[in-house]
């Protein structure tokens, strides 16, 4: 089983700066792509940026691609999302996901309980 805990959400300006955080616990996620995504009031949750089981590779979404940043540290077996320059229109829970497929190719999805940023203008 799979525990995932996100942090560092809060109240920021426009313009600013927050770090999120997702700590797993349960098992070394070390091999597994992770993920971040987001859901806005009265709207469907959205992918937001994932990242490679080594962290070499990562991908976003044209909506926060060279304002975010997507990193690991496998030691610690936690993600991060640094998010930058934010807008009002990044306000929304933060969702950190992982995915497990078993041997007859099932999925399984892992969420935290989410972490709310909220951008003023």
């Known amino acids: 089983q799979v525990q995932l805990v996100e942090s560092g959400g809060g109240l920021v300006q426009e313009g600013g700066s927050l770090r999120l955080s997702c700590a797993a616990s349960g098992r070394s996620l070390s091999t597994y792509a992770m993920a971040w995504f987001r859901q806005a009031p009265g709207k469907e949750r959205e992918f937001v940026a994932v990242i490679s089981s080594s962290g070499g590779s990562t991908y976003y979404a044209d909506s926060v691609k060279g304002r975010f940043t997507i990193s690991r540290d496998n030691a610690k077996n936690t993600v991060y999302l640094q998010m930058d320059s934010l807008k009002p229109e990044d306000t929304a829970v933060y969702y950190c996901?992982?995915?497990?497929?078993?041997?007859?190719?099932?999925?399984?999805?892992?969420w935290g309980q989410g972490t709310q940023v909220t951008v003023s203008s």
């Open positions: 996901n992982v995915d497990q497929y078993d041997t007859s190719w099932n999925r399984r999805r892992y």
